[in-house]
């Protein structure tokens, strides 16, 4: 079945460090991979996504994902957190073929002054 | 910039009332769907829905469970019977084609029942 897991429920890092959350999926198909981003009492914010054109992904905030399919990944970097990436980010992965997205359980990420 | 909205942003319920969760989806978007996150949990797919019918479902989405599009604007989520475990922050979200893989999403309602 496919799954996506997201290692570190848990994150935190000091404000102009490197954020890196990670995600890992299980498909026997080419997916189709997201990150949204969840702020307090908000909804899902999609911030990247990945549709099998080039594998470096940009996406909004100056958030950035690679795919990797040797390794199953799709983790999600930004070079220097700010305060205002505080949030829960999830990985959600749609397998070609179906409607619906499948969603990790979610990294809160915390930002240290 | 167009978005999907979701009334009301709260409901309190008691169990076994039925509740009804209204979403207005992107306008010329023709892809819609359900999805819940119990506290403190992952977001869940319950059901896609195109051309007025259910596309796809998932084993949350049982018999109490009912999708509408009564009009040219909403996309309603019913819950029959509610339970307690029906607790959770429910999203609607929809897409202008399956193709695209995008899916935008509401704020969420959350629904509490007692």
């Known amino acids: 079945a496919q799954s996506v897991t997201q290692l570190g429920s848990h994150v935190s890092v000091s404000e102009g460090a490197l954020v890196l959350l990670r995600c890992n999926y299980s498909?026997?198909?080419?997916?189709?991979l997201f990150w949204y981003v969840q702020y307090p009492n908000q909804g899902l914010q999609l911030l990247l996504k990945?549709?099998?054109?080039?594998?470096l992904v940009k996406g909004i905030n100056g958030f950035e994902a690679e795919f990797k399919k040797s390794e199953t990944s799709f983790h999600l970097t930004k070079p220097s957190a700010h305060m205002s990436d505080a949030a829960e980010y999830f990985c959600?992965?749609?397998?070609?073929?179906?409607?619906?997205?499948?969603f990790g359980t979610g990294t809160r990420l915390k930002v240290l002054a | 910039e167009p978005e999907v909205t979701q009334t009301p942003s709260h409901q309190v319920t008691q169990m076994g009332q039925e509740v009804i969760l209204r979403c207005v989806p992107i306008?010329?978007?023709?892809?819609f769907y359900w999805y819940r996150q119990i506290l403190g949990q992952k977001v869940e797919f319950l059901v896609s829905?195109?051309?007025?019918?259910?596309?796809?479902k998932s084993e949350i989405f049982d018999d109490q469970f009912s999708v509408e599009r009564p009009d040219g604007s909403n996309f309603t989520l019913k819950i029959r019977s509610t339970k307690l475990e029906d607790s959770a922050m429910y999203f609607c979200?929809?897409?202008?084609?399956?193709?695209?893989?995008?899916?935008?999403f509401g704020p969420g309602t959350r629904l509490t029942v007692l």
């Open positions: 979200a929809s897409g202008d084609s399956g193709a695209n893989n995008e899916q935008f």
């Open positions: 829905f195109y051309n007025n019918e259910i596309s796809e």
């Open positions: 306008s010329n978007h023709l892809y």
């Open positions: 959600a992965v749609r397998i070609s073929g179906t409607y619906k997205y499948i």
């Open positions: 498909s026997s198909v080419p997916p189709y």
């Open positions: 990945y549709t099998s054109a080039a594998t």
